[in-house]
């Protein structure tokens, strides 16, 4: 957690969440996320995260964010695009400070599995 907070801090385009946010990720009530983190190296420092919420039936993914030095190597996309999510829609104006659109991405979970 504290290096998904230092990496976040130092992105001015990420979600920013209080430290208490980050803490009720793993709160035993929380509803369901997952977080992925990508490290730059063995020391553990990292590269990126992305932080996804189950809203049955679907995931929203609530944050991704990348270091500044390790942008533009495919880290961001790693994340979802190359994992198959593929990107279905836009809310205009959806953030604010800066005021951007949220690309919505989707991926069938189901694909590829046996119905018997």
Known sequence: MPEMT??????P???HWT??????????K???RV???????????AAGFLIARHLPPEWELENIVVAAECRRN????????????QQTGRRKS?????LEDAVLYS????????SA
Not at 107 to 114: A, I, P, Q, S, T
């Open 6 to 11: 230092r990496l976040e801090r130092a992105c």
């Open 13 to 15: 385009t990420a979600a």
């Open 19 to 28: 430290e208490q946010q980050y803490r009720d990720l793993l709160a035993e």
């Open 30 to 32: 929380a509803p369901t």
């Open 35 to 45: 977080a992925f983190v990508a490290q730059k190296d063995q020391a553990g420092e």
């Open 74 to 85: 495919g880290i961001g996309t790693g994340l979802y695009e190359r994992l198959g999510f």
């Open 94 to 98: 959806y953030y604010s400070a800066p």
């Open 107 to 114: 991926k069938n979970l189901r694909e590829g599995r046996n």
